[in-house]
């Protein structure tokens, strides 16, 4: 049984009310997006990374693909039952500490870029006093269905109480980093998004006017405001169904501004691309590195811990910065083994840890960062 399938009727299951039922229904139809036709995919042939025979995105390496690692393998039925608990750790059994960001500091000019993570994948910048925000997810869960995937707890800030947003970046469009109803907020805004080909597709679907999506292949940038937006390989897939898996493209970005170089890796599996970035445009001061949510079945496309150092050596930067963890559980490791992992190497000399509490304003000032244990 597909896994959409599965979950509308365990919706079914639970609502008895027809029109709950059709109103659950709807939403979990609107958040799956509107994926590219196949005029829209036609101008996607031009793309190194485009199959035209399959008419799909796919890896360097073509085998790799989202059924090999993820839906034979790593999540039978078994799995996904065990998945909707909560035991073994995967939840922590208090509240995780975090901070309440002074925003008029965040705010204050400067000549180097300063962020705050928000757990999981988001994290927002400053970078010369233009607001950039990545990965936004700002609802209770990351899922299809508000009743699965639930997040550890509030986030630091709310939608409202967040500044003028500038530009938008999105790595791909898996729920956990493409949110619909956080897209929603800023369809009245004046913002800017950055994205993969074809993810512009679900934005139209939610509201958003396609002149303000600019969809880069890899290796195109764009520049805005004197910030350089490159568009830089993965290894994943992408899709919020099964029917349309991989006719939107996956990408990690590097982010160019006067006085720092940062790179965000999306989600991606261990592959000759972090070389490649690092040579190509690092070095880079911090490494926004994809730091959880693991299992060996799932090697193809998502780091496993002892591929963390590796990948942090490829890409050629002074700070490794953990994300894709403290948000939500997405597979079955505890929701600290990231960082205590994180920590040993750091401990051993492998990699050069920054790891803020959420909430926690970080300057990238070339000043030594020492992260101080909150876990």
Known sequence: ??????????????????????????????????????????????????????????????????????????????????????????????????????????????????????????????IDSKIVLIDPIFSDSSSPVPIFVKRFGPTVLTLKELPKIDYILISHDHYDHLDMRTIKFFVDKDVKFITPLGVGSHL??????????????????????????????????????????????????????RNNNLYFSGDSGYDTHFKEIGQRLGPFDVAFMESGQYNPDWFAVHLLPDEWPKAYEDINANYYFPIHWGAFSLAFHTWDDPIIKLNEFSQQGKLKLMAPKMGEIVSFDHQEYVTKKWW
């Open 204 to 257: 139209k679907r939610w509201g958003i006017d396609r002149k303000r999506v600019t969809e880069l292949d890899w290796w195109q940038n764009v520049e805005f405001d004197g910030i350089k937006f490159t568009a830089t390989p993965a290894q994943h897939f992408s899709g919020r169904d099964q029917a349309h898996e991989n006719t939107t493209l996956w990408a990690s970005w590097a982010v160019k501004t």
């Open 1 to 126: 049984m597909k896994l959409q399938k599965l979950i509308l009727l365990i919706i079914l299951m639970n609502f008895s009310g027809c029109s709950a039922v059709t109103k659950v229904a709807s939403v979990f139809m609107s958040s799956m997006g509107s994926h590219p036709d196949k005029e829209e995919l036609e101008t996607f042939t031009k793309s190194s990374q485009f199959n035209k025979e399959k008419m799909r995105f796919v890896n360097r390496r073509p085998n790799i693909t989202s059924e090999q690692p993820i839906k034979k393998d790593g999540f039978g039925f078994s799995n996904f039952i065990e998945f909707l608990g909560k035991g073994n750790g995967r939840y922590p059994d208090k509240p995780l500490p975090m901070l309440k960001p002074d925003m008029d500091k965040f705010l204050e000019k400067s000549d180097v870029v300063k962020s705050i993570w928000f757990g999981h994948s988001t994290v927002l910048f400053n």
